[in-house]
């Protein structure tokens, strides 16, 4: 089963406005990461926020990490149409390998 | 600077037949991971390959899957005996070391199975 858990499940938004996506996990993490995939193919890393960490910039994306409540969240701001896709967090509490949240999908409208 | 590669980007098989997807992850990295993803959903481990050591073979739904890395490098995923519930993208993903840092997923294979 997938232990993180994004919502919503979709959002849609015009372009110019921020995005925030959440994501919930069940166990310690040593870390969690956001992907973007475009198109149901490869998924390209974003950020990754370790659990000592409260807050990470990368340029327009912001996440934040709570581990008291088990959740983090990704904030894209000044969004473009070219963010049109499906956002994934993954968490590592499982040692070396990823385990994947179901993800949210973003449709920024032009 | 070739990043991983998967081939074939698309196979078409018939209920019952075997299917090889291939991998080859970025030169170097000594992690190599199999997920499922089916239509709309989110991504499914299968098998997790570090360096020489006995593979995590914990994802895999059932016997007629199977995976190996030849030589610390390229990797085979089989089904045998596939079913329609095995469509879905295959995606390969690599990492430079041993801990669940940054992953860098080749394109996938959409397998479907008729």
């Known amino acids: 089963s997938q232990q993180g858990e994004e919502d919503p499940q979709a959002l849609s938004i015009q372009e110019g406005e921020n995005a925030t996506m959440n994501c919930s996990y069940k166990t310690s993490i040593n870390n969690l990461q956001w992907y973007r995939q475009n198109s149901g193919r490869g998924l390209v890393h974003l950020i990754l926020i370790r659990s000592n960490e409260r807050e990470k910039h990368s340029g327009r994306l912001r996440v934040t990490l709570d581990t008291s409540k088990k959740s983090s969240s990704l904030l894209i701001t000044a969004s473009r149409a070219a963010d049109t896709a499906s956002y994934f967090c993954?968490?590592?509490?499982?040692?070396?390998?990823?385990?994947f949240g179901e993800g949210t999908q973003l449709t920024v409208n032009p | 600077g070739a990043g991983v590669s998967q081939s074939p980007s698309n196979k078409v098989t018939e209920k019952g037949k075997d299917v090889e997807l291939r991998c080859d992850p970025i030169?170097?990295?000594?992690?190599l991971y199999w997920y499922r993803q089916s239509l709309g959903q989110g991504l499914e481990f299968l098998i997790y390959?570090?360096?020489?050591?006995?593979?995590?073979k914990s994802g895999l739904p059932s016997d007629r899957f199977s995976a190996e890395r030849t030589g610390g490098s390229v990797s085979t995923l089989t089904i045998q005996r596939t079913q329609q519930e095995d469509s879905a993208v295959y995606l390969c993903?690599?990492?430079?070391?041993?801990?669940?840092?940054?992953?860098?997923f080749g394109p996938g294979t959409r397998l479907t199975v008729t």
């Open positions: 390959f570090q360096g020489n050591s006995a593979p995590d």
């Open positions: 993903a690599s990492s430079a070391t041993r801990t669940a840092t940054e992953q860098y």
């Open positions: 993954a968490t590592d509490s499982r040692g070396s390998r990823l385990t």
């Open positions: 030169s170097g990295h000594t992690a």
